[in-house]
């Protein structure tokens, strides 16, 4: 089983910039696609970035495409967005996921969820 805790997101005003990270319990993180996904009040939960097992794969949503940087660390078992230039359509609950298909871009293609964290920017 695998244990995704987040941490990270808040308040921030347009223009600015948080960092949201995803802590793994396990020892086969090394071996999953992590990706990133938010939803919005009223929404469904869109896909925002992934990132592929040995980190050299990486692809974003147009949303946030050159404000948002995935990365992660195997060694740790983390795995984080780093979001610039947040607009108040940023605002959503961030998950982050992993998935045991290297591919994974459809939330049904991802096994585990993070409990969530709210981003809030404001205008």
């Known amino acids: 089983q695998v244990r995704l805790v987040q941490s990270g997101g808040g308040l921030v005003q347009a223009g600015g910039s948080l960092r949201l990270s995803c802590a793994a319990s396990t020892f086969t993180f090394r071996t999953y696609a992590m990706g990133w996904f938010r939803q919005a009040p009223g929404k469904e939960r869109d896909f925002v970035a992934r990132?592929?097992?040995?980190?050299?794969?990486?692809y974003y949503a147009d949303a946030v495409k050159g404000r948002f940087t995935i990365s992660r660390d195997n060694l740790k078992n983390t795995v984080s967005l780093e979001m610039n230039n947040l607009k108040p359509e940023d605002t959503a609950v961030y998950y982050c996921?992993?998935?045991?298909?290297?591919?994974?871009?459809?939330?049904?293609?991802?096994?585990?969820w993070g409990q969530g964290t709210q981003v809030t920017v404001s205008s």
């Open positions: 990132i592929s097992p040995g980190g050299g794969n990486i």
């Open positions: 996921a992993a998935a045991s298909i290297i591919s994974a871009y459809r939330q049904q293609e991802y096994d585990y």
